[in-house]
């Protein structure tokens, strides 16, 4: 559907006098025979050209010449030809220069599988034989590899970012840039860098990522433990993991805020690092009961990678889960105030202990979760 859509807005703008073509990422995976839903297109039209041509547009970043042209039904990105000026921020250009040649826009791009461009009518434009390095499963860099990695630092991070999701090689020029240039990926911002590991953890080669980092040398510039082996296992689909087996590798509480995690990210983390560390010993009740599945599973799946020992399967863990009593404390059928009445004293440390008392009692099964029951086992038990 985005393709469709993407054509018809080729189309509108072609019938207006104008060049316009599929660039990047989106060539790249049609060749390669991979979806891409994030389809872009390139054009000899100027900003102002498009939002005459369409009536329906939003600025998403006219300054480097990018429009959202939505007239179609999808949204779809529309970006000026143009040559970048000096990256003295090592990110961004200073400056952009907008021209008619789609020639000298391709020779800005970062590698050549990513350089091609394709007609309305599919056909291929590869001035840097990208095709070619797609065939060979080769990550090569166009034109001169440093300028390239000196104009944005990050390149050096995808590059083996496309490596490890596409099991390609980096071209030895291209690797060889990497690693002269590799203490420049400290100018880079950290959430550019943390984007780039979420792809890095669910890519379907991460330890030849990781191995590519110690290769190159980044890893020396990079907060944390960079070793292949530890990765050799590993594989998700979800990048929640990945900084969860991440950060129980290291276990650097500035690790977070180094790579700018969410607390999403921050808090998933902590927790499967304690559930991991509380499955040497062995999970009991309480664990089942306060962590989240997902934290269980993955707890789980990091002692395999790892090579340790369990004495369950996997599909045990849902199952033990699916056994307990009550899932949360508010299914617990007593509250703090009944507590208080039956004890007829004040609140204190007291009431904590004996809710949690009650908690387990529950969990292990030593008392139904009924309120009169519950109440008798307060006399008779707890309370002594």
């Avoid at 104008?18 to 100027?46: K, M, Y």
């Avoid at 300054?63 to 959202?68: D, I, M, R, S």
């Avoid at 070619?132 to 080769?138: C, Q």
Wanted: net charge negative; glycine share 6%; charged share 25%.
């Amino acid at each position: 559907m985005m393709w469709e859509a993407a054509k018809r807005v080729i189309e509108k703008i072609e019938q207006a006098g104008f060049e316009a073509v599929f660039v990047g990422g989106a060539v790249r995976d049609f060749i390669i025979g991979q979806p891409n839903h994030d389809v872009d297109i390139a054009t000899s039209a100027l900003p102002s050209e498009i939002k005459a041509i369409f009536s329906e547009t939003i600025d998403v970043g006219i300054e480097h010449g990018t429009v959202l042209v939505l007239d179609e039904g999808e949204p779809i990105e529309v970006t000026t030809y143009r040559t970048d000026g000096l990256y003295t921020d090592h990110r961004r250009p200073d400056a952009v220069t907008f021209v008619r040649s789609l020639d000298e826009d391709l020779a800005r791009r970062d590698f050549t599988m990513n350089a091609m461009a394709m007609t309305r009518s599919g056909a291929i434009i590869d001035l840097y034989n990208g095709q070619e390095d797609i065939n060979k499963k080769v990550i090569r860099a166009v034109g001169h590899a440093e300028k390239r990695f000196q104009e944005d630092a990050l390149r050096m991070i995808r590059a083996i970012r496309f490596s490890a999701q596409l099991g390609f090689t980096i071209e030895a020029t291209t690797l060889s840039a990497i690693k002269s240039l590799a203490e420049q990926i400290q100018y880079v911002a950290k959430e550019r860098i943390h984007a780039e590991f979420n792809k890095v953890w669910i890519s379907r080669f991460p330890a030849q990522g990781i191995a590519m980092l110690e290769q190159t040398t980044l890893s020396h510039f990079l907060q944390g433990s960079f070793t292949a082996a530890d990765w050799e296992k590993f594989q998700t689909t979800n990048p929640l993991v990945g900084w969860a087996y991440f950060y129980v590798l290291n276990e650097q509480e500035s690790f977070f805020s180094n790579y700018k995690c969410s607390n999403k990210e921050k808090i998933f983390a902590k927790q499967v690092a304690e559930a991991h560390g509380k499955l040497q010993e062995g999970w009991q009740v309480l664990d089942y009961f306060h962590y989240d599945i997902d934290v269980l599973y993955t707890a789980y799946d990091i002692a395999r990678w790892r090579e340790q020992a369990i004495a369950f399967s996997r599909d045990e863990i849902e199952t033990r889960k699916a056994e307990l009593p009550i899932a949360t404390t508010q299914q617990l059928a007593i509250s703090g105030s009944d507590v208080i009445e039956w004890a007829q004293k004040k609140g204190g440390p007291w009431l904590k202990e004996a809710l949690a008392a009650a908690l387990l009692a529950v969990l292990t099964k030593q008392v139904e979760n009924d309120k009169e029951q519950l109440k008798e086992w307060f006399h008779d038990i707890y309370k002594g």
